[in-house]
């Protein structure tokens, strides 16, 4: 019987924690919506005053007279060098040379 009884309060209890829950949430959405309406009065205000763009190229007109072609006065003076590779590559061969007797010597 106690256990009935416990268990009775026990769901009152939890009931009475929803109901206060439930009334809880509805308080917080009612202040919620109150605080939104605010927030889009504020928005339409800022927007019914807000200042003009301003077009900073309104006034510009056909600039295409101010480029000249300068390609004629300019020159490459390396356009006509050549490029040596193959003391480079002599020099790679070398070193792969001297790295593989290096190896070799250590093996031994």
Not at 38 to 58: G, H, S, T, V
Not at 70 to 98: F, R, W
Request: hydrophobic residues 45%.
């Amino acid at each position: 019987m106690a256990g009935l009884v416990t268990g009775i309060i026990g769901g009152g209890i939890a009931a009475l924690g929803s109901v206060f829950g439930a009334i809880s949430a509805g308080n917080a959405a009612k202040r919620a919506r109150k605080q939104a309406a605010i927030f889009e009065k504020q928005l339409a205000n800022l927007e019914k005053n807000r200042q003009a763009i301003i077009n900073p190229y309104a006034t510009t007109k056909d600039l295409s007279g101010l480029a000249t072609d300068l390609s004629g006065k300019v020159s490459n003076p390396y356009a006509s060098l050549g490029v040596a590779t193959a003391a480079t590559a002599m020099q790679i061969e070398q070193t792969d040379q001297a790295l593989a007797n290096t190896l070799d010597t250590l093996r031994e």
